[in-house]
């Protein structure tokens, strides 16, 4: 048996196992030995993946939840055995809310996927004036922007509805997935569907009511799934599945396990030893390396290396938040929490920026007679208010809840968890960037990076570009190209 080939993945959030899962898939149906480790500065596993249980209580201090609609989420959870685990939200109260004009008003079905129902709803919202409806009705005759260059999400969306829908309800919705300022961010890296709409159908309205009926009919086969899916003990259980199954592999896993430099060294002609110096002084060696940390981690340990690829890393901003989980008795605030939660618009000036009913938007996450809920602070440009400590913050979060919402009621549970650089944003130019980094590490063929810094935030999308790592380390090893790179190489 020909000598295993050696891998080292530096990082251990959702990316660097699911890339290591990956890796042996893909190693074992090309019939190849493999050897990998994957390291973890932190002194746990999963990045932002992480679920606090306290007596009934079931909190996620990161991402709660993820798109069914992207299915490397769905698909990994089934090769763990995890399908059975999969919860929607709940069926009922479905409803969420926007604030405007000091209160919080219903998001009329229709207006998020601007393929409306009836529009009764839109009128009765108080969202939009009529002036505002008709705005966004024109985009049916506005004609198609220019297929070249980048533009952001705000002058693609105030382009095509009008400043009135995407400042009230477009702006808080796309723009708030990545803690972002829609001014900033580019439209093709963070909702290239808008973009392949507009050029294929003329109009946004019009592709997506195209799209709505050359839909195939909902599959019979498996369960309904609806737009969110979470795991029924908390999402944790997906990077322990991982673990679990990673170890059962032979993959060997070390956690507090920081590297401070990166070396490399001629192993063959056209081929690297990657030499990685760790925290301890000790080091470790592969033929091949996967970067999963963030992008400003990697531009420091590929600096020396490449100091274009290091430049163009650190060009990738990144924003810090906080969420405040709070329980109260279930009498206490009952009518004040309805629906699933709600949104702020960036115009409204506020602290808050969204606040989930997690109790009534998931099955157990509160025993009976409480409620749970997560607001969200921070952000591209309200950064300021994470100064604040712990005690400060929460009486912040409490004001916000009392004005808006009317719950005056002292919490029995409190906890804050602050992410600090922990939101990768996509701002203009992104994916030129990106293809300049791929032609500045094409010298370096056994080394890739992946994660949420690169082509998508969201936990399938970190599956997915660590499935793509993968594929490239396999290849890499089996002397065959990797079209991915071939092309992006040629894009660029």
């Known amino acids: 048996m020909s000598r295993p080939r050696t891998v080292v993945i530096v990082g251990g959030g959702i990316s660097g196992l699911a890339t290591a899962f990956a890796l042996q898939e893909k190693a074992v149906a090309k019939g190849l030995s493999l050897q990998c480790t994957v390291l973890e500065a ?4 999963g990045g932002k993946i992480v679920t606090h249980r306290i007596g009934d209580l079931v909190t996620e201090a990161g991402p709660d939840s993820f798109l069914s609609q992207k299915q490397a989420g769905l698909e990994l959870c089934a090769k763990l055995g995890l399908t059975d685990q999969l919860i929607n939200t709940n069926e009922t109260g479905k409803k969420a809310f926007v604030l405007h004009g000091g209160r919080l008003h219903e998001l009329p079905e229709g207006l998020v996927s601007f393929v409306p129902k009836q529009l009764g709803p839109f009128l009765r919202s108080g969202l939009l004036s009529w002036t505002g409806l008709v705005r966004m009705g024109m985009d049916v005759l506005i004609p198609r922007g220019p297929s070249d260059g980048d533009e952001s999400l705000a002058s693609f969306f105030r382009r095509r509805f009008g400043s009135q829908a995407f400042d009230r309800v477009l702006e808080p919705l796309m723009a708030g997935i990545y803690a972002g300022d829609a001014e900033q961010l580019s439209l093709k890296a963070t909702f290239p569907r808008f973009f392949e709409l507009e050029q294929r159908h003329g109009s946004i309205i019009r592709g997506m009511t195209a799209e709505k009926k050359q839909a195939p009919p909902p599959s019979q086969n498996g369960p309904r799934r609806t737009m969110f899916v979470s795991l029924r003990n908390g999402l944790s259980d997906l990077v322990t599945a991982l673990r679990v199954r990673l170890g ?54 590929l600096r020396p290396l490449t100091p274009i690829a290091g430049g163009l890393l650190e060009m990738i901003p990144y924003a810090s938040t906080a969420t405040i989980a709070m329980a109260y008795p279930e009498e206490l605030v009952m009518g004040a929490v309805e629906g699933f939660g709600f949104i702020v618009p960036r115009i409204q000036g506020r602290d808050l920026i969204a606040a989930t009913w997690t109790s009534l938007k998931w099955p157990h996450r509160a025993p009976a007679g409480q409620v749970l809920i997560r607001c969200y602070v921070g952000g591209v440009g309200r950064e300021a208010i994470l100064q ?101 190489r040629t894009d660029a």
């Open 42 to 45: 932190d002194s746990s596993w």
């Open 248 to 301: 059962q592999q032979g993959v060997e896993c070390r956690l507090a396990c920081r590297v401070e430099a990166l070396r490399v060294r001629s192993h063959q002609p056209g081929r690297w030893m990657y030499d990685l110096i760790l925290e301890d002084g000790s080091s470790c060696s592969a033929e091949a390396l996967v970067l999963a940390t963030p992008a400003y981690v990697s531009a420091d340990l």
């Open 388 to 488: 604040l400590n712990d005690t400060d913050l929460v009486a912040k979060v409490r004001a916000e809840l009392s004005a808006l919402c009317g719950i005056t009621a002292n919490p029995t549970y409190v906890e804050v968890n602050r992410w600090w650089k922990a939101m990768p944003q996509y701002t203009l130019g992104h994916l030129h960037r990106l293809a300049q980094l791929e032609a500045a590490l094409s010298r370096y063929p056994g080394l890739v990076l992946t994660g949420a810094g690169y082509r998508g935030v969201g936990i399938p999308d970190c599956i997915r570009d660590g499935a793509l790592a993968a594929d490239h380390i396999v290849r890499y090893f089996s002397n065959e190209p990797d079209p991915l790179r071939v092309r992006e």
